[in-house]
C-alpha cells in the first residue's frame, strides 16, 4: 500500500526530471559563451570581454562584448575575435554586423548615434579558425569596441588621447558590443566553439585567450548532483 505521504519512485523520478528539464530551459539551446580569464591584460593594462555564441542550422550569431569601465588607451578596445567549430567548418559569410556608435570628447564625455550601424568588420579565415576583425578593413582604425565609461561618475575619466579626442583617429568607437550573423553551411545547433581568442588593440599582436563560461554547466551540474542525491534515498528508503 502507497503511503499518501511517501509518492512511489516512478512520480518522484517524474517530478524530479521535471525540474531538471526546467532549470535547464533557463540555458537556450545552442548558446555557448565564452570570456577573458579573470587578471587578463593587453598593453599591460586590463581588459575584460565576453563572446557569446549561438549556433543554429547553418547560422551562428556572436554577439562580442567589452567589459572593461573607464578605459585608459585603445589598447583595451577589441579589434578582433577568432575562434574554432567542432563541425570542422573553416569558412562562412557574414551575412550582417550591427552597433551602435560611441564618440568621446576631450574631458570624457561622449555622444552615441541614435541607431545601429553596420560593424566595417570582416570574417576571414585563419587557418582552421575563422575571425572577426577589424584589422585590415577600409573602417580601421575607427570601431574598436570600446567599453562603458564610468560607472559613478558616467564619463572617461580615465582616457588618454587615444579615446578622448574628438574626431581623433579612433572615433568613432562601436559602443559596448556588436552582433555579428553568420552564415555557415553545415553548423548546427549541436556544434560547440572552442579555441576562442578575443583581440585587442588598433595592430595585431594583442591576444588573449577565452576561456568557457561556467553559468550553463554550473546549472547542469547541479540539476545532476540532486537527481542523483534524491535517488540514492530512494533506494535507501
Known sequence: MFSPHRPCFGVRLFCLLLMITSVVSFAPAGMIQYATPTGATSSDLPVSATASFTTGTD?????????SADPRSVGQNLSGLSFALSTGQSAGVLLSSSATERT??????????SGDVSTG???????SLL???LLGTPEAPDHTILGPADPISGYYDNANSSIAKNNGPHNPFINQSAT???????LTDSSSVTGVVFSFNTAAGYDVIGVPEPATMALLATAGAVFVSRRGRVRRG
Open 59 to 67: 547560422m551562428l550569431t556572436v554577439v562580442l562584448s567589452n567589459l
Open 180 to 186: 555579428f550573423v553568420l552564415s555557415i553551411p553545415g
Open 104 to 113: 568621446v570628447f576631450s574631458g570624457g564625455s561622449y555622444s552615441d548615434t
Open 131 to 133: 575571425q572577426l576583425t
Open 121 to 127: 568588420w570582416e570574417l576571414k579565415t585563419a587557418g
